[in-house]
């Protein structure tokens, strides 16, 4: 008998019978001998639903009331599927986030969890029932209010959950069969990974993958919690996500055991490259440059400083940053102009960043040149290049992005024989 | 400075602009230096929409998490009407049933309150906040489960919340005027009351009447509270219910203060009518019959047994019972026909039921006599007569009601002047 946590997102619970058929899959594991425990999200739009309705009464909702709204949305579906499990014949009992002692600071919308203390699940554990707890949401000792976790918050939850309890698995349903190679909507001839360790996943998921939230894998991570990232329509296994020293369970086996060079190639549309052009090539510019830029909120990923044309002692600065923080920074810029004494600012918002992830990369030599070749005989320009220990990434333009990445992916031998089925969804 | 409960219901807080319009109304509230505590309900058909879901995933809800389920309807709106306020620049909290200290029993579905400890409540008022608490919801201190009160639940929500507070006044918000000497949908010159007494309005609320719920008006009895029964979209004074040596605020006074014979005319569509025929006229075989009925689970209203015959040695028991419970007491009466030597059943949903409600009937003899004139002139047979200290009811047929309350209003001297101003809904 193990104890398996296992979180379904809102696609999974977007209707009555999306639920009856989640809580048929949750009556199987029990009925495999298993205890479970269940975090689930808000039923289909539920959330953007109500957050659109509080833009409706209030233009700036109070933090605090935003969250006592929003966590009604697991409240739903928590209950809906608790019910429906009972009525399979199975006992299920649902508990919201301070019932389950999902214990958070007071920052209400982006709350860290502090402790986890799941005693009424364990007592419900040991009466036998089927334990339902919403996901995203938590509570706060101090204020005695209701906090929520913010985005990917029920992943984070199923995680907590899973390392509070000593659960053997933390099971996360979506709508994708696990995570593959590449995006199957990019890359057709994407596989399915049996396994990747925590780490590779975590480059991926900062850097576009978009199947599992990087903060609950950091959490499995420092947890050591075993994740295994499965679809809510079939009963085929999907990727684990292993954390240092940790094995598979008893006879289940990754098919890539062998450290794979490059284990996946992401695909990020989501960001945008702000050019400073003419800055004076003198010390403490750059950071200049970053301070005004982080101070106004933007989160910059990538950097390239080209080399300083000796003749006019001028420098650009180029880096990238989300499409939706451009604009306070380019505002900023614009507004410290003459202090930092740059000449202009170029915006560009059609970039696209492609980056290869692998462990292997430690330790096998000219793992890039192959990702450089790949595109020179596409005839894809590479506009910006970063790295670190275990990814390189490359911006190129965003209308070439898909090929690159196909190429790419066939360059490291990653091609499948078929073509991966793809979901419409994808699986929040 | 006075401390005002306030009651909105489902129909007050349908949408964006209602919840906007009632948080004008307690600001305004706020503004005029009371402290104010609002109960809420779910907004408009939300709870109808939650119990079809939940008969969607499961036939019979498991009790448990049915209020799980309906308790998000008042997390929502108590949370959209707090950010309301909130960025009218006026300080408010929103609290659960459970955070604001309602503790009840544990049945589920029908939670009756056994103390009120709004300690939460009394703090955010001292911080000078308007306080908004989920209506129609409690908590169980044993189970530690949340639990829903049934129907009229918010009304009751307000009235222990202003017993518990020690309110100056406990305002009941719905989109009528207040309470009326009739249906004003039955009885187009009917009057709004400016005050009536409590066991009146106890006794035309257990008659048909629709604006206030039984239980929230006999919890405001027993403990003391002042309601007024007002408009959510007028700032005209209602009607006061007002408990035994209870007195009105200082500066509001009841037209009516000089106790009236006849208070008002009820009407009520929701019974259906029994008729065991046959049944021998030896002692106890009435009792075997309401044993029976008693155990299907039906609320007998009305009983009327005619004289025996005595040639036969037979008598006919008619009774009224709600009209949603008269198949399973037809069935269960079939069952034991042998047993209880009845002849037959007859079932009869065609009738309709008329109340003259007065405390001035206690010292006023022949009160009824009036009621039974007037419907002899409009020619309107009386199928059955029952009384209470207070109250006359008949039964008449169904297709006679507004016909019979609208002469019987008139033969009071209770029709007003000019036709009362009807509204669509029903304000609950």
């Known amino acids: 008998m193990a104890l398996i946590v296992q979180k379904y997102g809102g696609s999974s619970v977007a209707d009555a019978e999306s639920i009856k058929r989640v ?19 808000a039923m289909g739009d539920t959330t953007d639903e109500l957050l659109e309705l509080a833009g409706q009464v209030a233009p700036m909702p109070a933090p605090r009331e935003l969250d006592m709204l929003l966590s009604s949305g697991e409240r739903i579906s928590m209950a809906l599927l608790a019910m429906a499990i009972h009525s399979m014949g199975f006992e299920a009992r649902s508990f919201t986030g301070s019932q389950a002692g999902m214990i958070t600071d007071a920052t209400h919308g982006a709350a860290r969890i502090v402790d ?8 419900a554990l040991d009466d036998g029932a089927i334990v339902i707890v919403a996901g995203f949401q938590g509570f706060n000792r101090d ?25 053997d698995v ?26 990747i360790s925590s780490e590779e996943m975590l480059e991926l998921a900062a850097n576009g993958a978009k199947v599992l939230y990087i903060r609950a894998v950091e959490y499995a991570r420092r947890h050591g919690v075993l994740i295994h990232a499965r679809s809510t329509f079939s009963p085929d296994v999907g990727t684990w996500v292993v954390g240092p020293g940790q094995s598979l369970p008893e006879g289940e086996k990754g098919e890539n055991m062998e450290e794979p060079i ?18 004076p090539d003198v010390p403490g510019k750059a950071a200049d440059i970053f301070k005004i830029v982080a101070k106004s909120g933007a989160n910059v990923d990538m950097i390239v400083q080209n080399a300083s044309a000796a003749a006019t002692g001028l420098a650009d600065i ?29 915006h560009d918002d059609q970039i696209g960043k492609l980056s290869i992830v692998g462990a292997g990369m430690r330790t096998h030599s000219g793992v890039a040149a192959t990702l450089f070749e790949a595109l020179s005989v ?4 590479i506009e910006m290049i970063s790295t670190s220990e275990i990814r390189t990434s490359v911006v190129v333009r965003g209308d070439n992005l898909g090929e690159a990445a196909r190429v790419v992916h066939s360059a490291y031998g990653l091609d499948g024989e078929t073509e991966a089925v793809v979901y419409a969804g994808t699986g929040r």
Chains 1, 2 share one sequence.
């Open 23 to 41: 809580a048929k899959r949750i009556v199987d594991t029990r009925r495999a001998g298993h205890e479970v425990v269940v975090a689930v999200s």
């Open 116 to 123: 986890v203390t799941p005693v009424r699940l364990r007592e």
């Open 143 to 167: 204020t005695r209010d209701i906090t929520t976790l913010g985005r990917g918050g029920s992943d984070t939850t199923a995680v907590a959950l899973a390392a509070a309890l000593r659960a």
């Open 170 to 195: 933390c099971e996360i349903y979506s709508d994708v069969d696990g995570i593959f190679t590449a995006d199957p909507r990019v890359v057709p001839r994407a596989q399915k990974l049996s396994s």
């Open 262 to 279: 490059v284990a996946g190639v992401a695909t990020d549309l989501s960001q945008a490259k702000i050019t400073v052009i003419g800055v």
């Open 318 to 346: 180029s880096f990238t940053l989300p499409k939706s923080d451009a604009t306070a920074a380019l505002k900023a810029l614009a507004g410290e102009q003459s202090e930092v004494g740059f000449q202009s600012l170029v």
């Open 378 to 381: 596409a005839r894809i320009n």
